[in-house]
């Protein structure tokens, strides 16, 4: 089913989601990869705070490549999510309701998907310069120097993600694997 959400991304929202839904999301989105989500995990060890308000923040595991003449972000496609894995679950116990990637979860942030009423979106691989015309503002929010790890503050448009990982913990990838087997 086609869903037209916009940012932030509430309780309320997320429980209408079901694994499988397509979704057109609009408003401002977050990016952060690797690096970036280490920097966050030292400054909380800190007791600092992170650069952006995390509560129903979405973030896109992304690193744009470079804007060409006339453009506001290069080509812009999901990196990997399992990468985060170890960092998403502290992030959703703060209020973090999204995260945008590709690949499956682990097990430990499907449960603080469910612990917490969020909600897990692939973006299409290998999409990144179509996808990177949903994106109508870049700026960087901080980390500057991580180059294109640096946290960047989008602005989005209508930006096309399915629904993997559901506020419940159904998963679109397990649902399909057992639907393909019942096939075979």
Avoid: W
Avoid at 43 to 67: K, Q, R, V, W
Avoid at 102 to 113: D, F
Wanted: net charge neutral; proline share 4%.
């Amino acid at each position: 089913m086609d869903k037209y959400i916009s940012t932030p991304i509430t309780e309320n929202i997320t429980k209408e989601l079901k694994a499988g839904d397509y979704v057109y999301l609009s408003g401002i989105i977050y990016t952060a990869r690797d690096a970036a989500h280490k920097r966050m995990a030292e400054a909380l060890d800190h007791n600092e705070t992170l650069p952006f308000d995390i509560e129903n923040a979405a973030i896109y595991y992304m690193g744009p490549s470079p804007a060409r003449k006339g453009q506001v972000i290069g080509s812009a496609g999901p990196t990997t999510a399992s990468r985060m894995d170890k960092y998403a679950p502290e992030l959703l116990d703060l209020g973090q309701k999204a995260m945008i990637g590709k690949g499956k979860r682990s097990e430990e942030v499907r449960n603080a998907i469910i612990r917490n009423k969020a909600v897990y979106f692939a973006a299409v691989g290998g999409a990144g310069a179509i996808i990177s015309k949903c994106i109508k503002k870049s700026e960087i929010v901080c980390y500057e120097d991580l180059g294109t790890e640096a946290i960047r503050k989008l602005e989005v448009e209508n930006f096309p993600l399915v629904v993997v990982i559901d506020s419940d913990g159904n998963n679109l990838y397990e649902i399909a694997a057992n639907k393909y087997k019942k096939h075979m």
